[in-house]
């Protein structure tokens, strides 16, 4: 079995093509353009999702099958058609990275099931043993992991920024900064919501300010 190296990959503005416009295709470009890449998609129809992105000029589409030299400039490639000869083409002519839907073993990165929560993502992956196993357990995740918790960590961004500039005394801060993640703030943040999640620690923001705790 592979040991993938986890990692999290800036695409903003880079060259992705999707060769294939089926449903699974739809879903590598989903995310894709969620992480603001530049999509083209290479197929010679479009599932309706596919086409409505067409149409709202949130992809590039190049309508007809695979040809060599299509790729030749992206920085990640996925191959999604139903055709398995086309896919082990598309792996063999990329130039860099390259996601193989029905090959994983052509491909030098794999997609994993993913849970968005404002600045934190949580990625599962069964390095290809179980795609299924890999969505139940984002699914449990999400529930564990609630959307309260995306809008704690956007507004953790802003309050450790604040930490840094005014908690000079570098254990105090790391203290802080620790508890804000603490067992007991997850709690909270559970079983009485964001909003008194956020009162608990700017209260000992404050309290940690006039040297009261
Ligand atoms: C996580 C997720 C991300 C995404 O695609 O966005 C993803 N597959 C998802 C769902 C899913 N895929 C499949 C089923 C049916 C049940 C089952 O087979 O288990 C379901 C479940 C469903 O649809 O409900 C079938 C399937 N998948 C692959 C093959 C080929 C093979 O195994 O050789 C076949 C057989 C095709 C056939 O039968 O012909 C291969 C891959 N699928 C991967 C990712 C990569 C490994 C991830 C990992 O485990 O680490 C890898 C290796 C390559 C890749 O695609 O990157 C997404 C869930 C998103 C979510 O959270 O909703
Ligand atoms: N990785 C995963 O998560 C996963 C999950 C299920 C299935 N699969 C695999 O993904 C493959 C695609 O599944 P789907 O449901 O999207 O199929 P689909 O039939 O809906 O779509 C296939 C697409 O490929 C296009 N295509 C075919 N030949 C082409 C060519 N030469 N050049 C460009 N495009 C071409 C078709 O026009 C169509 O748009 C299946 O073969 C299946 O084995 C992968």
């Known amino acids: 079995m592979t040991t993938y190296y986890p990692a999290f990959i800036n695409l903003i ?20 353009l969620n992480a603001g890449a530049n ?10 999702a596919l086409e409505r992105y067409k149409n709202r000029g949130k ?7 695979y040809k060599k030299g299509d790729i030749k400039n992206a920085f ?10 086309i896919n082990s083409m598309v792996s063999k002519d990329a130039p860099f990275l390259v996601n193989v839907v029905d090959r994983p073993e052509l491909a030098n990165f794999i997609v994993p099931s993913v849970v968005n929560r404002g600045p934190m993502t949580i990625a599962v992956s069964t390095s290809g043993a179980s795609p299924a196993m890999a969505k139940a357990v ?6 564990f992991y609630n959307k309260d918790f995306g ?3 956007s507004f953790l961004k ?27 703030v997850f709690n909270i943040l559970r079983e009485k919501g964001i909003i008194a999640a956020k009162k608990r620690v700017v209260e000992k923001f ?3 300010k006039k040297g009261l705790c």
């Open 13 to 32: 503005g880079k060259k992705c093509v999707v060769v294939g416009g089926g449903k699974i295709a739809e879903r590598k470009v989903l995310s894709l």
């Open 151 to 153: 809008q704690y960590m």
């Open 39 to 48: 999509v083209t998609v290479i197929s010679p129809d479009l599932s309706s």
């Open 76 to 85: 990640l490639v996925i191959a999604a058609t139903s055709d398995e000869a």
């Open 158 to 184: 802003q309050l450790r920024e604040r930490a840094i500039k005014e908690i000079p005394n570098k254990k105090e801060r790391e203290r802080f900064l620790k508890d804000v993640a603490s067992r007991e």
């Open 206 to 208: 404050r309290l940690l």
């Open 138 to 143: 984002r699914k449990e995740l999400e529930v």
């Open 59 to 65: 992809i590039k589409h190049i309508k007809r099958g």
